[in-house]
C-alpha cells in the first residue's frame, strides 16, 4: 500500500487545519500525503497560527488556504475540524470530527492550547494507522 491520504477539512482552512497539517507533514511525511483545505477558505494564514507553529519548529507560512477542489477526489482519512463543516462530496474510508473551537480572534494562548490539542490528535491518528487499527 501507498501512502495514506489524509484530509484536515474546516471552514477557513487558516489556523486548525494547517496546523494539522503542519503536524502531519512533519511526523508522518514517510507514511501520510497530507492536504488541508476549507468549505470558504480565508485569504491567508493566520499569523498566529504561522507563530505557535514555528515554536514548536515547524514552519507552516508557506501553506496557503485551499478550496475542496484543490485536493483529491478521495481520501482515506478524512477530519473535520469541529466547526459543523460537511464534506459530504469527499469519498473516504475513514472520516472523524475533532470537535477543536476556532482560536481565530483570541489570544495567543489559546492557539498554543488548539496546536497542543491538534498536536496529540495527529500522533493519535498515526498510532492508529500504524497499528492497524482503521479500516483503510
Known sequence: MGKVKVGFICVGNSCR??????????????????????????????????????EKG???????????????????ILITMGCDVQCPAVPCSFREDWGLDDPDGKDIEVFRQSREIIEEKVRDLIKKVKNGKLDL
Open 17 to 54: 487545519s494547517q496546523m494539522a497539517e503542519g503536524f502531519a507533514r512533519e511526523l508522518a511525511a514517510d507514511l501520510f500525503e497530507v492536504y488541508s483545505a476549507g468549505t470558504d477558505p480565508a485569504s491567508e494564514i493566520k499569523p498566529k497560527a504561522v507563530q505557535v507553529m514555528k
Open 58 to 76: 515547524i514552519d507552516i507560512s508557506n501553506q496557503q488556504p485551499k478550496l475542496l477542489k484543490e485536493i483529491p477526489e478521495e481520501l482515506d
